[in-house]
């Protein structure tokens, strides 16, 4: 980008920042020289991971968590991942919705990204619109993502307060209760807490939570409860946002969690580069006669791919 | 595996398929014995993929699906795939419940995986575990996966049949209404008939395939009603996945299914054992420079990717 682009997209410029994120989606160089040029102005902004099943709410309370940090006059960044959907750039309904909801209001961005098909990149594209926002002066980044898959789990763990969202009375497949889940969430929050069984939900997770042996100086995580439509204990979710971070300042550990993120992005883009590399040197009608044979049985996968990349040296 | 393991695994000795399993979740070399030992015994089973949010009781009516195929004599594998559970091997409480449930039925082999860290490592350990039950001879193989991300996609896709799994009342979401979950739906079922809003899903998912452009040939996926706790509507889901494996014979699908499913076998292969040899090559500390530079915002991760792997040449 030249300096007056850079300098638009610090300033917030929505049109500056909308221009960078889709460079960052269209991945290869383009997303290179975007990062290249912005991250040295990134690490301000918290960022904060939500994600949650389908039909939870988490879009609505992300919404409310937004306009709680607007009237505190912090501008928010909100990046929807939707690894189900191809679209992106806001192609979704639920999103139409929320843009209606915040727009008019510069000190909010909000985009939605969607599957590329490309192998790792949806995770490395949102990472680096999270970047983007950072840079572009964005104190609160929202990363929400749907379902509960292992791409979900590695998308919020880019994340320095991960909070995961659970409804009551969606069956026996409470979410968080699966540890996988469990040992992301910084804070756990039970939206629609006007429903029945609101108490069962909350009383699974906090003796799911009470399982796990003590250490002095673990955070634990709130066992809170939202009724995201209304606005309800949305202050209550920002209040404990704000102790999280406090508790990572506090124990040193913003590095830690830095270091995790960082590790997770550079083990994806090489893995993706490295797989590009390998799939340009080969040409297609190789790799079909290679197919051809694992259908017909002959050779099996690691028998193909060892004719692809050789036998390890 | 000796010839005598390998006989054994084939008649559908449970303890052989269990070991052979338990070989292709640890990955390495012991997976690649294993598959290079009984892929050539492979091509018989149909495949079914079953996948849907939390909550929809898609575990119930994987169950059912089963006890009917059982009841026509056909053996029938279940591979459970959590990616959001680090446990594997049954661990799962949902998993314990249906184990009483079809236990002591030696036509009958379930399996639960989960989450194993490595990169790319459950797909590839899902679509080994398929390739070892159907080496076993069982005649029907059912992979259900938890949730709507790309993992879950991907898992799904090694499948010759998808089926999708809804819930009437699971609020806006409606996750099949996607289109990345619609295009991969061969049959759509709504569980939990005997809700209220039953209706409302069937149609929201009858006019979503209406948008669709009409092809000659093209498969319009079934939307199928069932009360999956009474067993209701699951003589019909198996039909229907009879007639769509027809379907697919009559077209000649079955082999670009194939083409497709192994293609994604050899890329993920072919991707993590690229990974695991940089990983390997490379030294730690060296690992840690670069995220401490990053960290300092010194340089970005895709140069830190580049020292790693080199420009490209």
Not at 243 to 270: I, P
């Amino acid at each position: 980008m030249n300096s007056e682009t850079i300098e638009a997209l610090r300033a917030g410029n929505p049109r500056a920042v909308a221009r960078a994120i889709s460079a960052v989606e269209r991945g290869g160089t383009e997303a290179r020289e975007v990062i290249a040029d912005i991250f040295r102005y990134t690490g301000r902004a918290h960022i904060i991971g939500v994600t949650g099943a389908p039909g939870t709410g988490k879009s609505t309370l992300v919404n409310e968590i937004a306009k709680h940090y607007r009237r505190r006059g912090q501008r928010v960044g909100i990046v929807a991942v939707d690894p189900t959907s191809p679209f992106s750039g806001g192609a979704i309904l639920g999103d139409r919705l929320r843009m209606q909801d915040l727009s008019g209001d510069s000190g909010v961005f909000i985009r939605s990204m969607a599957t590329r098909g490309a192998l790792g990149g949806l995770a490395t594209a949102t990472a680096d619109a999270v970047q983007v926002l950072d840079a572009a002066g964005f104190e609160i980044v929202l990363v929400e993502t749907v379902g509960a898959g292992q791409n979900e789990v590695d998308i919020a763990k880019n994340a320095q307060t991960t909070m995961v969202v659970e409804a009551p009375g969606m069956g026996d497949d409470i979410q968080a209760i699966k540890a996988g889940i469990m040992e992301i969430a910084d804070l756990l929050v039970v939206n629609k807490a006007d429903h029945d069984e609101v108490s069962a939900t909350v009383a699974a997770l906090e003796m799911n939570l009470n399982l796990k042996p003590k250490v002095e100086n673990d955070w634990r995580p709130p066992v809170l409860k939202t009724i995201a439509l209304k606005g309800d204990g949305v202050a209550d979710v920002v209040d404990w946002i704000g102790k999280h971070r406090q508790y990572l300042v506090e124990q040193n550990q913003l590095a830690s969690r830095d270091y995790a993120r960082f590790r997770g992005e550079l083990e994806r883009v090489v893995q993706r580069e490295l797989m590009s590399r390998v799939m340009r040197g080969v040409n297609g009608t190789k790799v079909d006669a290679l197919i051809e044979k694992i259908a017909s049985r002959e050779i099996d996968v690691y028998q193909a791919a060892e004719t692809l990349i050789g036998k390890e040296s």
